[in-house]
């Protein structure tokens, strides 16, 4: 006998199905055991497994031990949230809303200095300091403009002494970096805002974020895109990289003259194929370059996630090389090219 099973959740695109991988029909839950534990568990409608689930859902109970923590904690969280806004009216919501923000000389130093960016391409990639002292103002300013900001991820309702108004979260003295889609249009060119990543201030660790407004009045949850970096000058149109983060991949797309993508984390590997097939279906693409942190490789899950990514872009027909480099030279794929090596790559 199982203990209760409680907060369920539906897996979703950038919360796929640990068990069977897909990104609908099953759910994330809680069991609780008779001493009150909880316990992580998959409720998966695809494959069997010794416990069936009995309820209007149906499924099978998995437990997911061997899937690491984070994830864990990530995928059985409940949030509430809005059905997000189309990509172009959050486009224009967040061009204007960057446009009230500036880089100041500091953070522009910084990352000429200790990540080998120069300020044009700062410019290009419209990075900006969060400075959140007028975060009220722009708030309703935007309101003014846009009206409901239901759908927004950031945006959220405010309740004060019964007068209710728009404000936007995230961390004042973050860096705010626009997370952009496929330009559909033009797949060449810079593509639409979609969402907005920032940079924890200090922070060591899982350092980056999404502006998200989760479990809040009138909030949307951003969930975790894909970002899709186009350089500036694009040299190669047939090979594309994926990679973790989105500073590395501006930086990478623009030493390298292609299009790069960057997952949010390794174990969300799975948003990415869809991003490929599109471009896929727009270009001819002739091979996909994977370049993960050099200090994760001994990580079994990360090879674990590297491998499922690989399997999974073989099976549409993508050619995929891996880039490798020793720990020396670099942590990341950016770390490595600004410190003036080159990776080697190997066909897999
Ligand atoms: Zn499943």
């Known amino acids: ?68 923590v984070t994830v864990k904690l990530q995928s059985v969280q409940e949030r509430n949230t809005n059905k997000m806004a189309s990509l172009k009216r959050r486009n224009l919501i967040y061009q204007k809303f960057l446009s009230y923000f500036t880089i100041s000389d500091t953070t522009m130093q910084s990352f000429i200095h200790s990540r080998g960016f120069n300020k044009e391409l700062i410019k290009y990639l419209e990075y900006k300091d969060y400075d959140r002292s007028h975060i009220f103002q722009i ?23 019964n007068f209710k108004y728009w404000m936007f979260g995230g961390l004042d003295k973050s860096v705010l970096l626009p997370c952009r889609a496929l330009n559909k249009d033009n797949i060449f060119e810079k593509g639409p805002i979609q969402a907005i990543n920032y940079r924890i201030p200090g922070a060591e660790k899982n350092k980056y974020r999404y502006l998200s407004s989760a479990d809040k009045q009138n909030g949307t949850s951003s969930g ?36 790069v993508l960057s997952v949010m984390g390794v174990s969300t590997w799975r948003t990415a194929i869809s991003v490929v097939k599109d471009i896929q279906s727009l270009i001819s693409l002739e091979g996909v370059i994977v370049a993960f942190d050099a200090d994760k490789k001994n990580n079994e899950y990360v090879r674990l996630y590297e491998n499922n990514l690989i399997n999974a872009l073989k099976e549409i027909g993508i050619k995929t090389a891996e880039a490798y480099w020793n720990l020396s030279l670099g942590k990341g794929i950016d770390d490595l090219l600004k410190n003036g090596h080159s990776p080697k790559y190997k066909i897999v």
């Open 139 to 161: 708030s309703q300013e935007l309101y003014d403009i846009y009206g409901d900001l239901t759908g927004i991820p950031g945006a959220y309702l405010k309740e004060k002494n």
């Open 224 to 259: 975790a895109p894909v970002h899709v970096s186009v350089p500036m000058v694009l040299k190669k149109k047939n090979i594309i990289g994926i990679t973790e983060g989105i500073i590395k991949a501006d930086y990478w797309a623009n030493r390298t003259g292609m299009i």
């Open 1 to 68: 006998m199982l203990g209760r099973i409680s907060k369920f959740s539906r897996v979703d695109k950038n919360n796929p199905c640990p068990i069977c991988g897909k990104d609908h029909w099953c759910r994330f839950a809680t069991l609780e055991d008779i001493n009150g534990k909880e316990i992580p568990v998959v409720i998966c409608n695809r494959i069997q497994s010794e416990y069936e689930f009995m309820d209007n859902g149906g499924g099978y109970i998995h437990f997911i031990d061997n899937i690491p």
